[in-house]
């Protein structure tokens, strides 16, 4: 951050911008870090807002998101069950914002004396093949990182056994006297992810052991933490598995989807834990016939982040939304400045207003999507971008989508948006997880809108009066 930042937190009203590289200043004059501002600009990296650096770049979309997701699953865990276990699942599109919501929580429950573990299941699992057991076993080895990380070393007995049976198991001999015991359990886990062959022997091993797994992890794991976080000044401990909505779209047992198998055949198990824990699910849960069971196992509705509207359901536009996504975008150039100082200088970034406005309305609200877009237009160009090259990059974004649609899949997009819903199948669950349809929740009303992208196609114009003549 420039000098004249750090003696100035608030800026002047409207100071000129240069753009410069390594955001210098001089006589008083804040200079625009293009560096800073194509890191800021990256579509793949949540916000972690408990970081001083990211929280200026955080706006708050909870008030045309329909509520406050974060803090309704915060009030179950630190208001409403204190002192109990809770399993609480949250969803949306890929790519919407979930894990700047779940950095978000994280940074709340927090600062309300909770030890929390936050970690990307991805990391540790393999997506295509995700059985009970290696969820259980990436939770068991990431709360023991996270609490030798604060002085908490504990080495139950159960899972020291199991990890001498793994490693004997795959010949690969781990000495637990002279590494943690987390670091020994990734070393296994990552060995039986290096081959398909090694991960289906570990899954057959552990799938007889899953009760007795449990066991050890409240017994021998959770219950002593929990017993001594209060020393250090904690209320409890909260986990936090994001990217398991990432899972695919493989069927498992009995015909049913690897995320239906999982949670809804396997969700009594998963919330069995003696903690708090939050898991991320794929959306196509919520859409799924399997939904009332789903609720059933764990007591409470998937909370669902929707998009930001950027129109109503009637195609009029959503002032609301679309003065939050100006102030996105604007905010990864100008993070030190108020919503008001940033509007003064749109031209710094854009070649004008309307330029600015067509990328919040062709993102639909996705907030991936938007920045996506914008890291296209650095690609081809520095600040400001040209109305011509913010096209370029629609138009390449739009042709790559509508080549993956057929007649059939156009037709349900239209009819999931004259409906208003979609209906329980594979097809209209494809169509969400491509991004194709996109689901809404202003505080007024609910709804499901295409992506804005594809209505500019020649198949929309051309379909779209069969269904509403």
Known sequence: MSRWVDEHPTPPPFPKILRYPGGKSCFGVFMLDLPRFYQACNPSRPLAVSNPEDQRYFINFSGVRGGDIVQELGRSIALLYPNQATAQLFTGHVGSGKSTELLRLKANLESQGFHVVYFQSDQDLEMGNVEVTNVLMAITRRISESLEGIGIRLRPTYFERLLEDLSQLFQTPVNLTEVSFSVGMASVTAEARASTERLSQLQQYLEPRTRSIIEAINNQLLGPAIARLPQQGKRGLVVIVDNLDRMDTVQKVGNRLQSEYLFVGRGEQLKGLACHVVYTIPLELVFSDELPQLINRFGDRPK????????????????????????????????????????????????????????????????????RLMYGCLLKQDPPFSRATLEAVIRNERDDLASLIDDHEWKMLMEAVDRGRVNTSDDYNKLLRSLYLLEYRAPEERWFGINPVLTETDAYQRLRPQVNP
Do not use: K, W
């Open 304 to 371: 669902v982040l929707p998009m930001v509207p950027v129109q109503t359901r009637d195609n009029e536009p959503y002032e609301p939304g679309l003065v939050l996504l100006r102030q996105m975008a604007l905010a990864r150039a100008f993070p030190e400045f108020s919503p008001e100082q940033r509007l003064a200088h749109i031209t710094e970034v854009f070649e004008d207003e309307a330029t600015l406005d067509r990328l919040c309305y062709i993102s639909g609200g996705h907030m991936r999507n938007l920045m």
